[in-house]
């Protein structure tokens, strides 16, 4: 079985620009969460969406947003990029929205490999 | 606030010798904890995960981590490390019931 694939791996972009990361769930996950992280740091929760819909987004700012859609496959959009944005995303998919009810190391987040963005 | 600390940004040990990672976090309620692992280029994989029960809690790769609530902490070892394990680990919490919070990291670094 596929994991959560993310496209693209690598990313450079100016200042300024905009851009999309798009990740793929593991088959039959409703859930997607996305995390930034930056070089040095540990993984910071920007959004999770579940059945289409945010339920919960981080201390982040307006320029980042994503959406879901009806195959559960997600989009992170950030606008107007900073030099600050060049960071890891990672995207996770799970089969329950909350995150507490899991059972056993099969039931839990599964990771992508990320999506390595450079902003120049 | 909810955190977490993972003192030690680098960590250098011989290969075959013990392993501590140490965790500490800061929680109003009883914590949901877990240890995660990312290899450059690779995602974040799950080692182990406390939720409530017995306070050892075994994991993949023959890691294990001690729930101490008396100390906030949440320390990882493995008795023999392998050169495979290096890598950098990250201890993490649940935040409500749909986010974690992660720590900085540890770097692991395996000489043979």
């Known amino acids: 079985d596929a994991g959560v694939t993310q496209s693209p791996t690598h990313l450079i972009k100016t200042r300024g620009q905009q851009v999309t990361l798009r990740c793929s769930p593991i088959s039959g996950h409703k859930s997607v969460s996305w995390y930034q992280q930056v070089l040095g740091q540990g993984p910071q929760f920007i959004f999770q969406y579940y059945e289409k819909e945010e339920r ?12 879901q859609f009806p195959n559960y496959s997600s989009e992170l959009n950030v606008n107007a990029l900073l030099l600050g944005d060049s960071a890891l995303y990672l995207c996770a998919s799970s089969s329950r929205i909350r995150l507490l009810n899991f059972s056993g190391l099969n039931e839990k987040l599964f990771f992508g490999s990320g999506t390595q963005l450079s902003v120049l | 606030a909810q955190s977490v600390t993972q003192p030690d940004i680098h960590i250098t040990v011989s290969e075959g010798a013990s392993l501590e990672l140490r965790c500490n976090y800061s929680y109003g309620a009883t914590p949901y904890l ?19 029960g017995d306070t050892l809690v075994q994991g993949i790769k023959g890691f294990e981590a001690e729930f101490k609530r008396s100390q906030s902490s949440f320390n990882l070892r ?8 290096a890598a950098e680990y990250f201890c993490a919490i649940a935040s409500g019931t749909y986010k974690y919070i992660f720590g900085t990291g540890t770097r692991l670094k395996v000489l043979a």
């Open chain 2, 34 to 52: 877990f240890w995660y692992v990312q290899s450059p280029g690779q995602g974040l994989q799950l080692l182990l995960k406390y939720f409530s």
């Open chain 1, 56 to 67: 919960g987004r981080g201390n982040f700012p307006d320029r980042f947003s994503a959406r």
């Open chain 2, 78 to 85: 493995k008795p023999s490390v392998h050169w495979s394990d």
